[in-house]
């Protein structure tokens, strides 16, 4: 009896496959000859992509990156209209793409974070179809639950090789870890991995495997490396700033959370490496030993892990080009995706696993809710990203700001978008004083016995109010530009046109 009469005819009788079909594949097939394509308009005639076709991108390049633009330009050429973008995020180098919303190659958006001029005209109302706002769990929920649903996923790949390995830490744009698009290779109906830099097999450094691309797409360049670093990444020396990252300490360390095994996220802004500064010191002095600091990862942070002030570092995107050195070097220094960070329905999500968080906010209101999405006028100028995901995740969620900024209130009666739900929050802290959410007694509790005084959050807001010489706008247009979704799929706010 030979190996083919020993297979069950049951399995045999399941088209289309038969006895002989796997002998009939080419051998050149077999091996993944034929992946690579010289440039973007011979890919896009290989994809068969249709008007309204979803094409997802990821940000991991942050404002360097010139992939997202260099291919709605080719789609352009190909003629496709109405697609709809799926980006992780979207920044002011982004800006080429308005011309293609206002002519109608770009019929709609989704995306995590959003700014820049692209961002001004979804607020102006320049697509017909509301922008989806999602939170970096949220779309990785998204995407795997079938909501987000991606005809093609182009992946910038610092370097790649001809099967299609995906490599982010190798290649003259090496941005370090690529957490966001692993979702997207995982679910779209085609990927593409799209580089500047074609090695040998095996590229060095595989983070997405080639079992996930189905094509290589050659360019010019993935854009500007130096464009990772966006924003402030050192700590802040701003008296302010530094008075806040004193009371964000205190308040860490009177809740009793600061042990052996302490876990951390915070943001990349001043005041807030300025607090995980003031942090690291006070576990210097206690002898304190973290289990890991998560999120977008940054050179102070890993000055931290090489201080001993952590064990490791879970990093699902680095935000300057220390991280990426440090990310290629050091194996306590992890890469994850953007799924196993914050996906709500994954088992074991690291923001579960958040002893605190500092996060910032463009505005507070009396019931904690926070806005990061829009400015005091109305217009569009973030998104979420993480700040829901980890708010809801860490047991201490601590909100870091002043009381006003350019003339206006920061802590508002009511925000002028709610991004992060107020039930998630604990405290707020500014340079003035410290308010506990009703909902936290036992926190207040702690921390009048430690000293700090908290006030309720009425008082604060009365300090801002009075300190400001401006009102914020509110749009009474009927007009939504877009919706702003919790972690969960559900329905925060609605953002209208200005």
């Not at 580089?195 to 050659?218: N, S, Y």
């Not at 943001?267 to 500064?277: N, W």
């Not at 074991?348 to 209101?365: N, W």
């Not at 807001?461 to 877009?482: G, K, L, M, T």
């Amino acid at each position: 009896m030979n190996q083919t009469q020993r297979i069950p005819q049951w399995i045999l009788d399941q088209g289309p496959f038969s006895r002989t079909s796997l002998a009939h594949v080419s051998k050149t097939a077999r091996h993944g000859s034929g992946k690579v394509s010289p440039d973007l308009d011979t890919t896009l005639a290989k994809l068969g992509l249709r008007d309204g076709a979803t094409l997802s991108f990821h940000h991991h390049l942050r404002n360097g990156d010139a992939v997202m633009v260099a291919v709605i330009d080719a789609c352009a050429r190909a003629g496709l209209r109405d697609l709809h973008v799926a980006a992780s995020s979207i920044f002011p180098v982004h800006a080429p793409l308005v011309a293609h919303m206002e002519s109608g190659v770009i019929g709609g958006m989704s995306t995590n974070f959003l700014s820049g001029p692209v961002a001004q005209a979804v607020s102006r109302g320049v697509l017909k179809t509301p922008v989806i706002l999602r939170t970096h769990g949220g779309r990785a929920r998204a995407i795997a639950d079938g909501t987000l649903k991606i005809d093609a996923a182009f992946i910038a790949a610092p370097a790649a090789d001809p099967l299609g390995n995906i490599s982010g830490t190798h290649g003259p744009r090496a941005c370090g870890v690529l957490g966001y698009p692993q979702c997207d290779a995982r679910h779209a109906a085609q990927v593409i991995a799209v580089t500047d830099t074609l090695t040998e097999f095996p590229v060095p450094g595989i983070q997405i495997g080639h079992d996930r691309v189905d094509q290589v797409a050659l360019v010019p360049t993935l854009g500007d490396q130096d464009g990772i670093l966006s924003g402030t990444t050192r700590p802040s020396t701003k008296p302010a700033d530094l008075e806040i990252a004193r009371l964000a300490t205190a308040v860490i360390d009177a809740s009793g959370l600061l042990v052996d095994g302490f876990s951390l996220q915070n943001g990349a802004g001043g005041a807030s490496l300025a607090t995980a500064k003031a942090l690291g010191e006070r576990m210097t002095e206690r002898g304190v030993t973290g289990s890991f600091a998560s999120g977008g990862i940054t050179g102070f942070h890993v000055d931290m892990l090489e201080a001993g002030l952590f064990r490791a570092l879970l990093n699902v995107q680095c935000f300057d080009l220390a991280a990426v050195e440090s990310f290629a070097r050091d194996r306590r220094h992890q890469g994850i995706s953007a799924s196993m960070y914050a996906n709500p329905y994954q088992r074991g999500s690291v923001v579960d696993r958040l002893d605190a968080v500092v996060l910032g906010a463009t505005e507070i209101d009396l019931d904690f809710n926070v806005n990061v999405t829009t400015l005091a006028d109305g217009t569009i100028a973030g998104g979420s990203g993480g700040h829901a995901d980890t708010a809801a995740g860490a047991k201490l969620a601590i909100v870091t700001t002043k009381l006003t900024a350019a003339g206006f209130p920061k802590i508002v009666e009511r925000v002028g978008t709610l991004t992060t739900p107020g039930a998630t929050i604990d405290v707020l802290v500014t340079d003035q004083g410290i308010a506990v959410n009703p909902t936290r007694p036992d926190l207040h509790e702690r921390l009048t016995h430690a000293g700090l005084a908290p006030v309720p959050i009425t008082d604060l807001q009365a300090r801002a109010r009075n300190q400001s010489d401006r009102a914020p706008i509110r749009s009474e247009s009927d007009d939504i530009v877009a919706i702003c979704e919790y972690r969960d799929g559900s329905v925060t706010d609605v953002i209208r046109r200005i």
